[in-house]
Each structure stands twice: as structure tokens, then as C-alpha cells.
């Protein structure tokens, strides 16, 4: 059984371009969750999507985006970029039936923005 | 609003000696516990969760963790580290509060795991 792929793993952005990503969860899964990873910060939630319908975000503002297909693939992006964007984005699928259930991680997106 | 802290956030340690990694929490509602592991340029991998139950949760590669409810904790051990242990260990929560918990863990900062020969 495949895992959660991620592409791109490294890209390098400006600051003031746009940037989306991508991930692809194992099948089955309905749910894909975002999460941005800082050496400051930690790991913190981004948002999460259901059969297409976001159900569920954290506290970041209005340039981070997301998007889900019906076959269940996630995009997320970012725009107006800054330096503090650059970070690692990892996506996570589940089934999404209740808070119990296990998240699968990718491997991440590395961002930089110079 | 739930939070984790990880008390350490750098432990070293030698080959074959036993370790513990510390994990408080808070959350207002019942919560379901995790530890995962996440080696250098990777992704977060899995080791354990607790969600009812027996309070001794046992994972892989031979870790496991109590859930102590009293002390709100959910410390991670292992009796014998190998150099392949090497990696930063997350505890996380989540619990049943609706729409708010849907695909979100709060974590904690991150333990350093160091084995050293």
C-alpha cells in the first residue's frame, strides 16, 4: 500500500511569488490535513479537508490555502510569500472518522523563500 | 485548548541504557495520546497512541508509553536505546471536540534523541 506522497520534496521561492503543493493520500483516505514545521514555531495545523469540504483550520492567515479533489488529492498554497514561510509542509491522511483515528505523514515539502 | 509540553527538549544518551522522554498535557476534553518519531528529512512516523483503555501502551520498535491521567502525563520509554533511535520524538493530542479536532494534533516542541556509542 502506497503511502502519502508529496511533491514537490525542495523548492526554492522569492519572497512576494505563490507557491502550491501537493499530496496525494494512501488510498482510501478522505481526509488530508496540513501541517507547517519551524524550527520556532514546532509543528502547527494548518487545515484540513474532507470530501472536498474544508472541516477544520488553524490559525494562519489568509495567503495559506487549500483545496481537495474528489479523488481525494490535496493542494495547498501560499501566496504573497515571506521570509518567514519558509518552512517543511507536511500533509497527513486518514480516514477522518473521529479525532481517534491515526494520521500518515508524508515526507514533506521543503519551502525556502529567499 | 489543548497543549503539550516536552520537558526536555535535547536528551543524550548511551547505547543499550534505558530512556525516558517526558510529556505533559492539558485539554478540557478526553483526549487521545501520541507519540511520534521523525528521522532527519523525513516525515513523522508513529510509534505508539493511547485512546481507552489500558493505560501501558506498548509500540514499535520497543517503545512504550503510560498514560497517567492524574498527572496528565504520557512519558515514552524504552528499556535498551539502539545508535538507530537517533531522531526527534513529538507527543501530541487530540481529543473529541468536534469540528474542531478534525485532522488537528497539537504537539509538543520536539525531544532530540541522541544514542551515543
Known amino acids: 500500500k502506497a503511502g502519502v506522497t508529496q511533491t514537490p520534496r525542495y523548492l526554492i521561492k522569492t519572497r512576494g511569488q505563490q507557491v502550491t503543493l501537493s499530496c496525494s493520500p494512501i488510498?482510501?483516505?478522505?481526509?488530508v490535513s496540513w501541517y507547517q514545521q519551524t524550527p520556532g514555531q514546532g509543528l502547527q495545523f494548518l487545515f484540513e479537508?474532507?470530501?472536498?469540504?474544508?472541516?477544520n483550520k488553524g490559525n494562519f492567515p489568509g495567503r495559506f490555502s487549500g483545496r481537495q479533489f474528489s479523488n481525494s488529492r490535496s493542494e495547498m498554497s501560499v501566496s504573497t510569500l515571506e521570509l518567514g514561510d519558509s518552512a517543511l509542509y507536511l500533509c497527513?491522511?486518514?480516514?477522518?472518522?473521529?479525532?481517534?483515528?491515526?494520521?500518515?505523514f508524508g515526507e514533506g515539502s521543503r519551502l525556502t523563500v529567499l | 485548548a489543548q497543549s503539550v509540553t516536552q520537558l526536555d527538549s535535547q536528551v543524550p544518551v548511551f547505547e543499550e541504557a534505558p530512556v525516558e522522554l517526558r510529556c505533559n498535557y492539558s485539554?478540557?476534553?478526553?483526549?487521545?495520546l501520541f507519540w511520534y518519531v521523525q528521522y532527519p528529512n523525513q516525515g513523522l512516523q508513529l510509534l505508539l497512541k493511547?485512546?481507552?483503555?489500558?493505560?501501558l501502551v506498548k509500540g514499535i520498535n520497543g517503545f512504550e508509553a503510560e498514560f497517567n491521567k492524574s498527572q496528565t502525563s504520557f512519558h515514552l520509554r524504552k528499556p535498551s536505546v539502539h545508535i538507530s533511535d537517533t531522531a526527534e520524538y513529538f507527543c501530541?493530542?487530540?481529543?473529541?471536540?468536534?469540528?474542531?479536532?478534525?485532522?488537528?494534533?497539537?504537539f509538543g516542541q520536539g525531544t532530540i534523541l541522541t544514542v551515543h556509542p
Open positions: 497527513a491522511s486518514s480516514s477522518g472518522q473521529g479525532a481517534s483515528g491515526e494520521l500518515f
Open positions: 488510498s482510501g483516505h478522505r481526509s
Open positions: 479537508y474532507f470530501s472536498e469540504t474544508q472541516r
Open positions: 485539554s478540557s476534553v478526553s483526549v487521545y
Open positions: 493511547y485512546l481507552s483503555g489500558s493505560t
Open positions: 501530541a493530542v487530540t481529543g473529541d471536540a468536534g469540528g474542531t479536532s478534525y485532522g488537528k494534533l497539537t
